[in-house]
T-cell receptor
Framework: GEDVEQSLFLSVREGDSSVINCTYT??????LYWYKQEPGAGLQLLTY?????DMKQDQRLTVLLNKKDKHLSLRIADTQTGDSAIYFC????????????FGTGTRLTVIP | ETGVTQTPRHLVMGMTNKKSLKCEQH?????MYWYKQSAKKPLELMFV???????ENNSVPSRFSPECPNSSHLFLHLHTLQPEDSALYLC??????????????FGNGTRLTVT
C-alpha cells in the first residue's frame, strides 16, 4: 500500500529557515499536500503541488518536488514562533473521494 | 460561519455510554470524512461519504457508526467504546467532481477520552 514517511521532530532558531522533508512510495501520486496542525486544532491546508511541477512558492513557503526520488520538501523562510506546529505531508492519486494518505507528521519547534 | 465545524470539542465518556460526534461543513462540498488521530500514528481514515453514500469503511469496529443525513452534516455515533478509542476525531470535507478530489478541509476535531 501507499507509504508516506517524515521525520518526527525538527528544531530551528527563530529567523532561520526550516526544511521539512517527506518521502512517498506511490508512483501514481498526482497531488502532494502540506498541512499544518497547531495545538488543539485540526489540520490546516498550507499548500499543495501538482506532480508535473517541481517547485511552488507562496510567500514564506517553498515546496520542492523530486518526482524521480519521490521526495517532497517544505521550506519555511524566516521561521517565526507562530510556525511551531506539526506539519503533515499527504499524497493523493486523485481518483476519487477516499485516497488521501498522510505521513506521521513532523513536529517543528521554533526556539526564540 | 464558514469551514468545517465539529462539536463537541471535548468529550469524556464511560465504556457503557452512548454519544455522538457532529460535523457540519459550510463549504458546499459533496464528500465528508471521519479520521482518527492517535499519538505517534498516522491519521487513520475511518469513513468516507461521497454524495451521501458511504464509499469507504476501513475495517472500523461496529462500535463506531457513521451517519450522513445530507451533504452538509456527518455524525459519528459511539457506543460501548474501549479506552484505546481515546483519540482526536477529525472531520473533513472535499469536493469530488469528475472523479477528481479537491484538497480536504478539516474541522478542529473532537478530543475523545474513554474512561
Amino acid at each position: 500500500g501507499e507509504d508516506v514517511e517524515q521525520s518526527l521532530f525538527l528544531s530551528v532558531r527563530e529567523g532561520d529557515s526550516s526544511v521539512i522533508n517527506c518521502t512517498y512510495t506511490d508512483s501514481s501520486s498526482t497531488y502532494l499536500y502540506w498541512y499544518k496542525q497547531e495545538p488543539g486544532a485540526g489540520l490546516q491546508l498550507l499548500t499543495y503541488i501538482f506532480s508535473n511541477m517541481d517547485m511552488k512558492q507562496d510567500q514564506r513557503l517553498t515546496v520542492l518536488l523530486n518526482k524521480k526520488d519521490k521526495h517532497l520538501s517544505l521550506r519555511i523562510a524566516d521561521t517565526q514562533t507562530g510556525d511551531s506546529a506539526i506539519y503533515f505531508c499527504a499524497e493523493s492519486d486523485q481518483t476519487g473521494a477516499n485516497n488521501l494518505f498522510f505521513g506521521t507528521g513532523t513536529r517543528l519547534t521554533v526556539i526564540p | 460561519e464558514t469551514g468545517v465545524t465539529q462539536t463537541p470539542r471535548h468529550l469524556v465518556m464511560g465504556m457503557t455510554n452512548k454519544k455522538s460526534l457532529k460535523c457540519e461543513q459550510h463549504l458546499g462540498h459533496n464528500a465528508m470524512y471521519w479520521y482518527k488521530q492517535s499519538a505517534k500514528k498516522p491519521l487513520e481514515l475511518m469513513f468516507v461519504y461521497s454524495l451521501e453514500e458511504r464509499v469507504e469503511n476501513n475495517s472500523v469496529p461496529s462500535r463506531f457508526s457513521p451517519e450522513c443525513p445530507n451533504s452538509s452534516h456527518l455524525f459519528l455515533h459511539l457506543h460501548t467504546l474501549q479506552p484505546e478509542d481515546s483519540a482526536l476525531y477529525l472531520c473533513a470535507s472535499s469536493q469530488v467532481q469528475g472523479g477528481k478530489n479537491s484538497p480536504l478541509h478539516f474541522g478542529n476535531g473532537t478530543r475523545l477520552t474513554v474512561t
